[in-house]
Structure formats: structure tokens, C-alpha cells
């Protein structure tokens, strides 16, 4: 067997380090169904809620404070009375568009796939 050359660790780890980063900001249950609902327009934090089934309020608003902080998700407070706030898409965010248009097609096609094959096989 070939021994691992240094080289291939170097671009093994090239090629782990920035996914691993990726996924450390886009962690969780529910970050990818925030970032589709708000890909889909702005939302209020109820529409969000009712949007995404059995996520709480409690970590709606933890996963927004998140997700704004990696400057994906723009909060904007509107002067109205009541106030009413609003959640946003950055263009940043933005930049995951066709990362979950790739997730999107491969998992339909996973899930096509895994359901056409007998039970046991």
C-alpha cells in the first residue's frame, strides 16, 4: 500500500478545513429551513414560526441572533406602531442559493431512491 504522501494529507486537509467551516456556521436542525424560508421573501418572526414545524420561539430566535451574527440573516426594525420587525436574506446569505438548490436535488433524488427499494434489501 502507498504511503500517504505529505502533499495529499495538505490538500485532504485544503479540502476538509473550509467544509468543516461551512458547516460549523450552517450547524444544526434548524439553520437550513430559516435561511429556505427567508430565501423566499422577508419574514416577520411568526411567519417564520408557523413556517418551520416544531421549531420553538425560543430557538427561532437563538438560531436568528446566530445566523445574523455570521451576517447571513439581516434583522431591520420598522418604526410602526406596534414595531414591527423584520428578517431578511443578505446578499451574503444569499450566496448559499445554490448550495441548497445542490442539497435540494440531491436529496430528492436520495429520497426517490432509498423509497424504490424493498423494505429488507
Same mark, same amino acid.
Given at each position: ?15 476538509? #478545513?473550509? &467544509?468543516? %467551516?461551512?458547516?460549523? !456556521? ?10 429556505? +424560508? $427567508? ?24 438560531e436568528l441572533r446566530e445566523l445574523e451574527m455570521n451576517?447571513?440573516?439581516? #434583522?431591520? &426594525?420598522? %418604526?410602526?406602531?406596534? !414595531? ?10 444569499? +450566496? $448559499? ?25
Open positions: 500500500m502507498k504511503k500517504l504522501e505529505a502533499t495529499d494529507h495538505k490538500e485532504c486537509m485544503g479540502r476538509i #478545513r473550509p &467544509v468543516n %467551516d461551512a458547516l460549523d !456556521v450552517l450547524n444544526g436542525k434548524w439553520k437550513l429551513p430559516i435561511i429556505i +424560508s $427567508l430565501s423566499m421573501g422577508n419574514k416577520r418572526f411568526n411567519e417564520m414560526e408557523r413556517e418551520i414545524p416544531k421549531i420553538t420561539a425560543r430557538m427561532l430566535s437563538k451576517e447571513l440573516v439581516k #434583522r431591520t &426594525v420598522h %418604526d410602526n406602531i406596534p !414595531v414591527v420587525i423584520e428578517y431578511s436574506l443578505t446578499d451574503y446569505g444569499h +450566496s $448559499l442559493d445554490e448550495v441548497i438548490g445542490a442539497l435540494h436535488k440531491w436529496g430528492t433524488q436520495h429520497r426517490k431512491r432509498i423509497m424504490s427499494k424493498p423494505i429488507g434489501v
